[in-house]
Structure formats: structure tokens, C-alpha cells
């Protein structure tokens, strides 16, 4: 039961270059998400897709990057990293977030750390 | 808008001591309610989840009623043990895109 699977779970960046967070989901979820997690600040929503073609802003996109070309994979593009980018990040899925069948399913969490 | 307030932390309790942690929602309509857990170094998990006035979801000894009438899901659990050391995140969800989450209760239990 693999679950959500997220690569790598450690990186150290320079600033301004470029890299690509991996995520993906082996339960035929429709909807994932990626959040970042700052000590104090609790879960913020970078982005977001509720199917393979469809992705949304969240809270925090600015910098950010992501597509969805197929139902399992939902890479996550830093475009030209950022001290204020260090962070730990989260991808999540779901077959639904509402209701009875409401459940986020977590990655264990790539830090990355932008110097 | 739509949001969650959960009791600021650290919590700091001792072995065997009973827990309560506040949430409380505000929310247009009829929101789905759930604890997760997210242990040291891991991502979160659920815990508990409730989708109605007046369910009850529990795990693991700890429980939550969904309550409409005062807006809350509190969390409870009788007798907290050492590995019960964690963040607490209360989340509601609205519609099929959108959750909302508190911004987390860290728990530290003393043996």
C-alpha cells in the first residue's frame, strides 16, 4: 500500500534555482493538493486539483508551479527558489473531500531548505 | 468567511491525565468535521471525523461530538499516554474542493 508518495524528502536550494517536488497517488484520487507547513503558520494551500487536466490556486501560489496531466501525479515547480520558500511541504489526496468518504491522505513531507 | 479556531498550545499534560482540545467552526451551511494527527517527522493523518449534527467520531480512545448548536468539535480522549505526543489539526470541509484547517494544537505528554 504505497498511498501517497512524495520525492525527495530532503533538498538544499540555492537561491534562484529551479526545482520540482514529486507527488503521487496510487488510490485513483481525483482531487490533490499541495501545502507548505511554517512553524506557528499551520497548513497553508499552495495549489490544488480536483481532476487530471483541472488545477486551482490556493492560498499561497505565488512561485509555485503545478500540473496535472495525469490522475496519479501532481508535481509541484519551484520556478526560482526563495529563502522565504524554506518550508516543509505536503501533498495530499483524496477520492472526495465532504462527506462520509471525506479523507486527506498525506505524503510524509519534503523538506526543503533555499540558502 | 468560513474558518476554524482551535486552542493555541503547547498542551502539556501528564501520563493518564484527561485531554480536551477546543474547536470551534464557522461555516455557511453543513460542514463535514475531523480531527487528524500529525506524529513527529510524518505527515498528518486522520484521526476522527464526524459529518452530521450530533455524530460522534472516535479512534483510538479519543472522541468528538458534533456540535451545531454551539459551532464546536472538541476533542477528548479519558487517559492520554506518551505516544499520544503530537499535533492535533481540526479541519472542516464544505464542498468536494475545499477544507479548511486550524492551525494545530502541539500535545506533550510527560511520563
Known amino acids: 500500500n504505497a498511498g501517497v508518495t512524495q520525492t525527495p524528502k530532503f533538498q538544499v536550494l540555492k537561491t534562484g534555482q529551479s526545482m520540482t517536488l514529486q507527488c503521487a497517488q496510487d488510490?485513483?484520487?481525483?482531487?490533490m493538493s499541495w501545502y507548505r507547513q511554517d512553524p506557528g503558520m499551520g497548513l497553508r494551500l499552495i495549489h490544488y486539483?480536483?481532476?487530471?487536466?483541472?488545477?486551482d490556486q490556493g492560498e499561497v501560489p505565488n512561485g509555485y508551479n503545478v500540473s496535472r496531466s495525469t490522475t496519479e501525479d501532481f508535481p509541484l515547480r519551484l520556478l526560482s527558489a526563495a529563502p522565504s520558500q524554506t518550508s516543509v511541504y505536503f501533498c495530499?489526496?483524496?477520492?472526495?473531500?465532504?462527506?462520509?468518504?471525506?479523507?486527506?491522505?498525506f505524503g510524509e513531507g519534503s523538506r526543503l531548505t533555499v540558502l | 468567511g468560513d474558518s476554524v479556531t482551535q486552542m493555541e498550545g503547547p498542551v502539556t499534560l501528564s501520563e493518564e491525565a484527561f485531554l480536551t482540545i477546543n474547536c470551534t467552526y464557522t461555516?455557511?451551511?453543513?460542514?463535514?468535521l475531523f480531527w487528524y494527527v500529525q506524529y513527529p517527522g510524518e505527515g498528518l493523518q486522520l484521526l476522527l471525523k464526524?459529518?452530521?449534527?450530533?455524530d460522534k467520531g472516535s479512534n483510538k480512545g479519543f472522541e468528538a461530538t458534533y456540535r451545531k448548536e454551539t459551532t464546536s468539535f472538541h476533542l477528548e480522549k479519558g487517559s492520554v499516554q506518551v505516544s499520544d505526543s503530537a499535533v492535533y489539526f481540526c479541519?472542516?470541509?464544505?464542498?468536494?474542493?475545499?477544507?479548511?484547517f486550524g492551525k494545530g494544537t502541539r500535545l506533550h505528554i510527560l511520563p
Open positions: 495530499a489526496s483524496s477520492y472526495t473531500l465532504a462527506g462520509a468518504r471525506g479523507e486527506l491522505f
Open positions: 488510490m485513483n484520487h481525483e482531487y
Open positions: 486539483s480536483v481532476g487530471a487536466g483541472i488545477t
Open positions: 461555516a455557511t451551511g453543513y460542514p463535514s
Open positions: 464526524a459529518t452530521k449534527a450530533d
Open positions: 479541519a472542516l470541509t464544505l464542498l468536494d474542493d475545499k477544507i479548511i
